[in-house]
């Protein structure tokens, strides 16, 4: 069986891939692994001058085809501004018996040729606000008539699904569910020495809070940091809040309150960290906080429960499918409550055990494997239909 896949979300030239990006490059491998009879081929359309290099790990049954003749921006603009393009898979001059489109979008497919459609959440509908005006107008364009034309369509938690299936009235039955995981060959618990050269590096020169997002109001960033205000002088002398992720979209208002905070109080941006570098500085942290208004799914919960950290986030949207009984839940907007749960998380030590032993607990109930085979069962029935 061959398996095209529309590769962008695999690509980045700063070689920085985003949530999407990361989710559907450890999906293939670990499905490539799990099931070896089915080729996985990730088209790509490229300029001639730019240079080719394979974005996943090596394996037999992952192949590469990539497009130069034509140049991509003629057909990304042509499906933008006309709703019409050549067929992705003809343009690849090749067959397949299923191809996944894995954000958002399905681009033109040949008559007889099935497809899997990834959406993850519509927070371009409900927070359309924290969006870029171009990238709202071309999902509402586009996300319905992907959905028209998808044989199946896959989503990350019951939360999404169930939005989806309200909002675009889809019956439950076409929508399924792969949850994301983590690769806990490298989300552990590190040890002391990694943590203590990761605080070098970044500069953190106390015991620390850590959020780790998109700098980006939707993440409720000044949420956090009216609440680390909030703290005791006491805890605000002895803990630096730790924002690390890249910069995101209407940031403007963030980095002011942090410019004017930063003279009276202990606050590191770190922007976007390495992938090589995440873990270790989960690992370090005292507690994880993510008091976001709206989530598809919510990975650097789960990622954080896996380091051995405690997690504090909200009760809304797929958290709580995420966190589970392993972590404390609070409204986003109640900025008091989530200053008085970093504080019994800090103060109270048996508490804060307990949390991450949980948190441990709670993470190994998601894997890339046990993802892999109910997309695997997805590809198989949508195949044989």
């Not at 001059?93 to 099935?114: A, E, G, H, M, Q």
């Not at 809070?209 to 005791?232: D, H």
Request: aromatic letters at 12%.
């Amino acid at each position: 069986m061959k398996i095209g896949i529309e590769g962008n979300p695999l690509f980045s030239f700063s070689g920085n891939l985003n949530g999407i990006g990361q989710f559907a490059k450890y999906l293939i491998e670990a499905s490539a692994d799990e099931e070896p009879s089915i080729n996985f081929e990730i088209v790509r359309m490229l300029m001639p001058h730019r240079k080719f290099t394979p974005p996943l790990k090596s394996h037999s049954n992952i192949s590469y085809r990539v497009v130069r003749w034509l140049p991509p921006i003629f057909y990304y603009q042509s499906f933008k501004r006309l709703g019409w393009a050549p067929p992705y898979d003809k343009i690849a001059l090749r067959k397949y018996d299923l191809f996944i489109f894995f954000n958002f979008v399905t681009y033109p497919l040949s008559k007889n040729t099935k497809s899997i459609l990834f959406i993850y959440d519509l927070s371009f509908i409900h927070y359309g606000q924290y969006s870029s005006p171009k990238n709202k107008a071309y999902m509402e364009k586009f996300v319905p008539k992907s959905i028209d034309k998808a044989t199946k369509i896959v989503t990350i938690s019951k939360f999404a699904k169930n939005e989806i299936c309200e909002y675009y009235g889809i019956p439950s039955k076409q929508v399924s569910i792969v949850n994301p995981a983590v690769d806990h060959d490298i989300f552990y618990p590190r040890d002391r020495k990694s943590i203590e050269e990761i605080k070098k590096k970044y500069k953190i020169n106390q015991d620390y809070i850590l959020c780790v997002c998109t700098i980006e109001p939707r993440k409720n960033l000044i949420g956090i940091l009216n609440a680390y205000e909030k703290l005791s002088d006491d805890l605000n002398m002895n803990y630096t809040l730790v924002l690390a992720g890249g910069k995101g979209w209407l940031d403007e208002e963030i980095d002011s309150k942090i410019k004017k905070m930063s003279s009276s109080l202990n606050i590191i941006k770190t922007g976007y960290v390495p992938d090589e570098d995440l873990p270790v500085l989960y690992s370090g942290a005292e507690v994880f906080v993510f008091p976001s208004f709206y989530e598809g799914f919510g990975m650097p919960p789960l990622e954080s429960m896996a380091c051995g950290v405690p997690v504090i986030t909200s009760d809304n949207s797929s958290l709580p499918e995420v966190v589970g009984d392993a972590g404390i839940m609070i409204k986003a907007d109640n900025t008091v409550a989530l200053s008085k749960e970093i504080t019994r998380v800090l103060t109270d030590r048996v508490l804060h055990e307990s949390l991450r032993k949980k948190g441990l607990d709670r993470s190994r109930q998601f894997s890339w494997n046990k993802s892999a085979e109910v997309l695997l069962d997805l590809i198989k029935q949508t195949t044989q239909k």
